[in-house]
């Protein structure tokens, strides 16, 4: 078997064929030149990459970039790396980024189209597309910051990608000195050339410190981003400062690549006894096995896919790991017999593929049905949260099915769900025996400004499991949803909701989270970093999680059947019944049946009762359908009311991208034909009114509402009255709210007029924000407008809404908070 192959694509455009305005892009970029050959030659010391795993891409057009990012993904096994320096753009309508090859030019209209660009949604699904093990994005260009919106929402295997960004979304920056590297890359490289072990999550936060007191384009502060998944990392350059002479940098050759065995003698004679160090660190167990662990002589094991629950998805990793050096996955020969993909998606979407779409899962042959892309590869192995799961994925199959499942008897592990409460909060003496909604209740006498989150129940089981348990006997979907303290959208993961509590002020202290309880010993990738732990109580009437093993069969899909399904059954029987039950037994769990003891004999986590009871037997189909329907009705379709500040103040804030209205058109994605929104222009008018209605609170065809706000302009030598525009509003929203909606008043303002919204008027409006019901989100062009005590920080506390200023990531931020109201434009 080959080593792991690493691969770096490093792609940089400084010069474009059109900088003609309009349709041109603004000029060429010199000092890209100089961030591909210093980048190269960092890359080539730090030992992790040679000459031959290099490939640098100067000034591509969109098809040239097209096909070396193509090639690249396809070659790599182990380490993708690719480096993006040039122009970025975002449309006004949107904020996602689309990278500008050489051949880029710009169509502006309803919808503005970027010709001879890339957009990074693609980009993204192209490497997700490879074997590589871990994936590395480094964008250095103008709003780079904007790429985070696809990282959140990718649901597959996000895991595997770690992206570094050069600046915050929505912003522009400086590209320096024709004659030196960019700013961002020049400290890149610099942080490169250390000696030592550099990490991925090292040089995020060094760059974080060496860009600190540097300026946006808008005179803000620069500050990198990054995006990785709890617990994930990568090594980036490993070389010592020895007498050794360091190899030579040489001009990327001409030739493709040499042969295999040539570049590891030559890494070899660099690295010496570092290389297998460097493998395992960087790549995890199937690097390092690769180099240690197979016989030349060994044919490729065959590849089995298993796609499992977010919430399962690093216990399964773990034991998958596990498997592949195991015995029992180990021919005569000491050769691997199989391998073992896990990848993990949002529950809701397997089951709508495996019961509606296997045959465009085998074949997509639409843009709007492509499982392959939404959910992963297809599966041999599906492991769910619960039992019901595949119930569900049988009730109501299409005829034309294609996927054929064979599901095991029992599950194969347990895990009740808990609220786990802050140790902060004092303790009950019941922690079993009453139903959720008792639970909730008397935390809340215990602790007035205790707080209840939960996971994204279309994500994760965990969180639909606990759904059951919240709507039980209450009086409505909405009114539960409402009494969940979770601004913006749900985690996707129970570690991603804990790990996401604030850690600036007391909300990890005091919000008990709706999660697995294996988590309270598992841990999460934060978890050094949380203040407060938990203790579980146990709710009577919410089914556990149970992980139950599920044989997938695809119709003409299993050329090599025997082969396969031995491999499966060999999985199989060493996770539910032989040594695969340690993982489970490491992360948590519990048996599945009978008391359901903890597996794990050495005793409970700290927070856990060793035998808590009683414990609610397995969901049913009906339960979870049931669950599942009222949430969503409960979140859509939605009702939006923006108040946009027109006033003199917000002239140097109002163009752009990141201007007032730009970030209104950005979140408009979050909208569809069924929500009703609607735009008011906040500011004094000739005849006395306090705002101007630019577009009536209903629906709307698609693009009506960013044409009318594209057409909006400043009125010069107004003020505005924030008062008036927030009372009028919450008002209407009042009113309007008998027909169940979620509702949402969005006020993008630069805070200049406060000083007519003080006193008595405040108090006005925070008693009406209070008892209107309607949560405000306040967003703030201007920095520290959400500090404790300041007026847009009262006015969405005591509504129940979100502050954003300029210190905030604005178009993430209100974009979610857009989003989490309505049903979306995909609906």
């Given at each position: 078997m080959s080593p792991s192959k690493n691969r770096a694509l490093l792609v940089g455009v400084s010069t474009y064929e059109d900088k003609q305005p309009p349709r041109g892009v603004p000029g060429d970029l010199p000092a890209v030149e100089h961030n591909l050959t210093m980048l190269r030659r960092a890359l080539l010391r730090g030992g992790v990459f040679d000459e031959d795993s290099i490939t640098v891409c100067r000034s591509p057009s969109q098809d040239?970039?097209?096909?070396?990012?193509?090639?690249?993904?396809?070659?790599?096994?182990?380490?993708?790396?690719?480096?993006?320096?040039?122009?970025?753009?975002?449309?006004?309508?949107?904020?996602?980024?689309?990278?500008?090859?050489?051949?880029?030019?710009?169509?502006?209209?309803?919808?503005?189209?970027?010709?001879?660009a890339v957009k990074y949604d693609d980009v993204q699904t192209v490497l997700l597309s490879s074997p590589a093990e871990r994936i590395v994005v480094v964008l250095d260009c103008c709003y780079a910051g904007n790429a985070g919106l696809a990282w959140e929402h990718e649901y597959r295997d996000k895991r595997r990608v770690l992206l570094l960004m050069s600046v915050q979304a929505n912003h522009r920056i400086?590209?320096?000195?024709?004659?030196?590297?960019?700013?961002f890359t020049a400290e890149l490289v610099q942080l490169l050339e250390k000696p030592g072990k550099l990490s991925f999550r090292w040089l995020s936060g060094e760059l974080r410190e060496r860009m600190a007191g540097r300026q946006t384009m808008r005179r803000e502060p620069w500050v990198p981003q990054s995006r990785a998944e709890p617990g994930e990392d990568a090594l980036l350059?490993?070389?010592?400062?020895?007498?050794?002479?360091?190899?030579?940098?040489?001009?990327?050759?001409?030739?493709?690549?040499?042969?295999?065995?040539?570049?590891?003698?030559?890494?070899?004679?660099?690295?010496?006894?570092?290389?297998?160090?460097?493998?395992?660190?960087?790549?995890?167990?199937?690097?390092?096995?690769?180099?240690?662990?197979?016989?030349?002589?060994?044919?490729p094991p065959l590849e089995l896919r298993l796609v499992t629950d977010p919430d399962l998805e690093p216990t399964l990793t773990a034991a998958a790991d596990a498997y592949l050096t195991s015995e029992e996955n180990t021919d005569g020969d000491g050769c691997r017999v199989s391998g073992i993909t896990v990848y993990s998606a949002r529950s809701a979407d397997v089951v709508t593929a495996l019961r509606e779409e296997s045959e465009a899962w085998q074949e997509p042959r639409a843009e709007e049905t492509n499982p392959q892309r939404d959910v992963g590869p297809q599966a041999d192995i599906w492991i769910p949260g619960s039992p019901a799961d595949v119930e569900r994925a049988e009730h109501d199959r299409d005829t034309n099915t294609k996927a054929r499942l064979e599901a095991e008897q029992q599950p194969f592990a347990y895990s009740p769900i808990v609220l786990a409460v802050p140790a902060d909060i004092p303790a009950t003496a019941q922690r079993t025996g009453r139903s959720l909604t008792e639970l909730v209740d008397a935390l809340r006498d215990r602790a007035d400004d205790a707080e209840v989150r939960r996971t994204d129940p279309?994500?994760?089981?965990?969180?639909?499991?606990?759904?059951?348990?919240?709507?039980?006997?209450?009086?409505g979907a909405l009114d539960v949803e409402k009494q969940l303290d979770q601004p913006g959208p749900p985690s996707d993961t129970a570690a991603g909701l804990l790990c996401e509590l604030p850690r600036?002020?007391?909300?990890?202290?005091?919000?008990?989270?709706?999660?697995?309880?294996?988590?309270?010993?598992?841990?999460?990738?934060?978890?050094?970093?949380?203040?407060?732990?938990?203790?579980?109580?146990?709710?009577?009437?919410?089914?556990?999680?149970?992980?139950?093993?599920?044989?997938?069969?695809?119709?003409?899909?299993?050329?090599?059947?025997?082969?396969?399904?031995?491999?499966?059954?060999?999985?199989?029987?060493?996770?539910?019944?032989?040594?695969?039950?340690?993982?489970?037994?490491?992360?948590?769990?519990?048996?599945?049946?009978?008391?359901r003891p903890l597996l794990d004999e050495s005793g409970p986590a700290f927070g856990v009762l060793p035998a808590p009871s009683p414990l609610q037997e397995s969901a049913g189909l009906n339960e979870m359908e049931t669950a599942l329907k009222e949430y969503r009705a409960a979140h859509g379709p939605g009702r939006v009311l923006f108040l946009l500040d027109g006033s003199s103040s917000m002239a140097s804030l109002w163009d752009g991208p990141s201007g007032g209205p730009g970030l209104l058109k950005q979140s408009l994605g979050g909208l569809g034909g069924q929500d009703e929104y609607g735009v008011r222009m906040v500011a004094d008018t000739p005849g006395g009114d306090k705002y101007e209605t630019l577009l009536p609170l209903t629906t709307h065809p698609r693009g009506e509402a960013a044409k009318r706000v594209d057409q909006a302009e400043v009125r010069p030598g107004a003020d505005s009255d924030p008062h008036a525009a927030l009372?009028?509003?919450?008002?209407?929203?009042?009113?309007?709210?008998?027909?169940?909606?979620?509702?949402?008043?969005?006020?993008?303002?630069?805070?200049?007029?406060?000083?007519?919204?003080?006193?008595?008027?405040?108090?006005?409006?925070?008693?009406?924000?209070?008892?209107?019901?309607?949560?405000?989100?306040?967003?703030?062009?201007?920095?520290?407008?959400?500090?404790?005590?300041?007026?847009?920080?009262?006015?969405?506390?005591?509504?129940?809404?979100?502050?954003?200023?300029?210190?905030?990531?604005?178009?993430?931020?209100?974009?979610?908070?857009?989003?989490?109201?309505?049903?979306?434009?995909?609906?």
């Open positions: 040239e970039f097209n096909d070396a990012l193509h090639t690249a993904a396809a070659e790599a096994d182990g380490l993708l790396l690719l480096y993006f320096a040039g122009h970025g753009a975002t449309p006004s309508s949107g904020d996602r980024l689309f990278l500008q090859m050489r051949n880029a030019r710009v169509i502006a209209g309803g919808h503005t189209v970027f010709h001879g400086d590209a320096g000195d024709a004659a030196t590297p960019t700013p350059s490993e070389w010592e400062e020895t007498g050794a002479v360091q190899p030579p940098i040489v001009p990327p050759p001409p030739s493709k690549p040499s042969a295999l065995v040539q570049r590891l003698r030559r890494r070899a004679a660099v690295l010496g006894t570092l290389v297998l160090t460097v493998t395992a660190f960087a790549f995890g167990t199937y690097g390092l096995y690769a180099l240690v662990g197979s016989s030349p002589a060994c044919a279309e994500s994760a089981d965990s969180a639909l499991l606990a759904t059951i348990g919240l709507y039980d006997g209450a009086d600036n002020d007391t909300v990890d202290d005091r919000t008990a989270a709706l999660v697995p309880e294996f988590l309270l010993k598992t841990g999460v990738g934060c978890d050094s970093a949380r203040r407060s732990p938990r203790l579980a109580e146990y709710p009577m009437n919410v089914p556990g999680l149970e992980p139950t093993f599920v044989r997938v069969r695809w119709q003409d899909g299993d050329d090599d059947l025997a082969a396969r399904d031995a491999a499966v059954e060999d999985f199989r029987a060493w996770l539910t019944e032989g040594r695969g039950r340690d993982a489970f037994a490491q992360a948590g769990f519990r048996e599945a049946t009978g008391d009372l009028a509003a919450l008002d209407e929203m009042a009113d309007r709210g008998a027909d169940d909606r979620p509702q949402l008043i969005v006020y993008i303002t630069d805070s200049g007029d406060h000083d007519r919204m003080t006193g008595g008027r405040l108090d006005d409006v925070l008693t009406r924000a209070e008892s209107a019901d309607v949560p405000v989100a306040m967003v703030s062009l201007r920095s520290g407008a959400c500090a404790a005590g300041k007026p847009d920080a009262r006015i969405s506390a005591a509504s129940g809404g979100r502050c954003l200023d300029a210190d905030d990531d604005i178009g993430k931020g209100l974009s979610a908070e857009v989003e989490r109201t309505g049903l979306g434009e995909d609906q």
